[in-house]
C-alpha cells in the first residue's frame, strides 16, 4: 500500500534448527512460512528497536530494510540479490496440495 519496496537478509533470519530441520524433510521453503508469534516493525533506528525489545526480554533481529522502489530482493545465503514475489499463501499448504 505504501509503494515501498525491500530488501531482506536471509541470513539474519532467526529461523529455529527445528524449522530448518523438518522444512528440509518436507522439501517446503523456510522463507515462505506464516511466522506465528513474530511481529514486523518499520523503524528509523532499528538497533535502538532491538535494544529497546531486549530490554524487556523479546528477541528481536534486523532482517533488511526498506528501500523506495515498490520491488521486493532477497539476498540469499550466498550474497546473491535476487527479485522475489511476496507469498501468496502460507507454504505449509502445499503439503495438502500433494
Not at 8 to 28: I, M, R, W
Request: with cysteine; aromatic share 8%; charged share 20%.
Amino acid at each position: 500500500a505504501s509503494g515501498l519496496g525491500c530488501e531482506l537478509n536471509e541470513a539474519a533470519f532467526p529461523f529455529n534448527d527445528s524449522t530448518l530441520k523438518l522444512t528440509s524433510h518436507l522439501g517446503l521453503d523456510p522463507n515462505r512460512l506464516i511466522s506465528s508469534g513474530s511481529m514486523l516493525f518499520g523503524t528509523n533506528n532499528p538497533q535502538k528497536l532491538v535494544q529497546a525489545l531486549a530490554e524487556e526480554g523479546i528477541a528481536g533481529t534486523v532482517i533488511g530494510q526498506i528501500k523506495p522502489e515498490p520491488n521486493f530482493y532477497l539476498v540469499d545465503q550466498t550474497g546473491t540479490r535476487r527479485e522475489f514475489d511476496p507469498p501468496a499463501k502460507d507454504e505449509i499448504y502445499r503439503i495438502f496440495e500433494r
